[in-house]
């Protein structure tokens, strides 16, 4: 279909406020950051407040390759000449850990008790441009990927938010459409302080910090380096 401005044959969508997208200038992406859960803390946390080689929300060691995908703080938005059409979001526990917490320290496969526990006491929700936009529960946003066990250990547990199904993540029926310099965030909030205690299968203190991604799929437009 062809449209002013694309080429005849280029495959276009119209969104409710008029804006063509060619979707030939635009990738499938995602962005993903990290953010640190701790034992007894009530503190509101902002997911994508920091970027890579920056301290982790909630924690003090610096952001890596493995926590984030983002060079600075969404806080000031995306980078020069992006846009994001935002899809959906993810959310996904990655490890078990204890304080003081290290990329190298020890870390366990999260507990169905430990998830459990997060779970029921956090709310979530997504801010853009200084508007709230999806709100909910973790359980809203499952994070439709992951490691998938089989064992027949009974002891062995392997907890994450919602089965390794990318079909299972939430979609939106119309996108946030998210444009450079324009501030971006989700809040985790721990409506009462969190109650992270899982035992270690080292033997030694029980795990009190939970390292968890939050992503962002949808369409992306950016200058390719």
Same mark, same amino acid.
């Given at each position: 279909?062809?449209?002013?401005?694309?080429?005849?044959?280029?495959?276009?969508?119209?969104?409710?406020?008029?804006?063509? *997208?060619?979707?030939?200038?635009?990738?499938?992406?995602k962005?993903?950051? $990290?953010?640190?859960?701790?034992?007894a803390?009530? /503190? /509101?946390?902002?997911?994508?407040?920091t970027?890579r080689?920056?301290?982790?929300?909630?924690?003090?060691?610096?952001?890596?390759?493995?926590?984030?995908?983002? &060079?600075?703080?969404?806080?000031?938005?995306?980078? &020069?000449?992006?846009?994001?059409?935002?899809?959906?979001? #993810?959310?996904? @526990?990655?490890?078990?850990?204890?304080?003081?917490?290290t990329?190298?320290?020890?870390?366990?496969?999260?507990?169905?008790?430990?998830?459990?526990?997060?779970?029921?006491? $956090?709310?979530?929700?997504?801010? @853009?441009?200084? &508007?709230?936009?999806?709100?909910?529960?973790?359980?809203?946003?499952?994070?439709?990927?992951?490691?998938?066990?089989? $064992?027949?250990?009974?002891?062995?547990e392997?907890?994450?938010?919602?089965?390794?199904?990318?079909?299972?993540?939430?979609?939106?029926?119309?996108? *946030?459409?998210?444009?450079e310099?324009?501030?971006?965030?989700?809040?985790?909030v721990?409506? *009462?302080?969190?109650?992270?205690?899982?035992? #270690?299968?080292?033997?030694?203190?029980?795990?009190?910090? *939970?390292?968890?991604?939050?992503? &962002?799929?949808?369409?992306?437009?950016?200058?390719?380096?």
């Amino acid at each position: 279909m062809g449209n002013v401005g694309t080429a005849p044959g280029t495959t276009t969508i119209t969104l409710p406020g008029g804006m063509t *997208v060619a979707l030939s200038d635009w990738i499938d992406d995602k962005q993903w950051t $990290t953010v640190q859960l701790n034992n007894a803390s009530q /503190e /509101e946390l902002q997911a994508f407040a920091t970027g890579r080689s920056q301290p982790i929300v909630g924690g003090t060691r610096n952001n890596t390759l493995i926590d984030t995908n983002i &060079k600075g703080t969404g806080l000031t938005g995306l980078n &020069k000449a992006w846009e994001f059409m935002v899809y959906g979001w #993810a959310l996904e @526990y990655i490890r078990a850990t204890r304080t003081p917490s290290t990329l190298a320290g020890f870390s366990d496969p999260v507990s169905f008790d430990t998830v459990f526990q997060i779970q029921r006491r $956090t709310f979530v929700q997504y801010n @853009y441009n200084g &508007k709230d936009y999806c709100q909910g529960l973790i359980q809203d946003f499952p994070a439709g990927h992951g490691i998938s066990l089989f $064992t027949t250990n009974a002891a062995t547990e392997l907890a994450q938010n919602g089965i390794p199904s990318p079909r299972d993540r939430v979609a939106l029926v119309l996108p *946030v459409r998210e444009r450079e310099l324009l501030s971006y965030s989700m809040s985790i909030v721990p409506v *009462v302080a969190f109650a992270i205690a899982q035992p #270690a299968t080292d033997g030694g203190a029980d795990l009190d910090v *939970v390292d968890f991604r939050v992503i &962002k799929n949808g369409l992306i437009k950016r200058i390719v380096n």
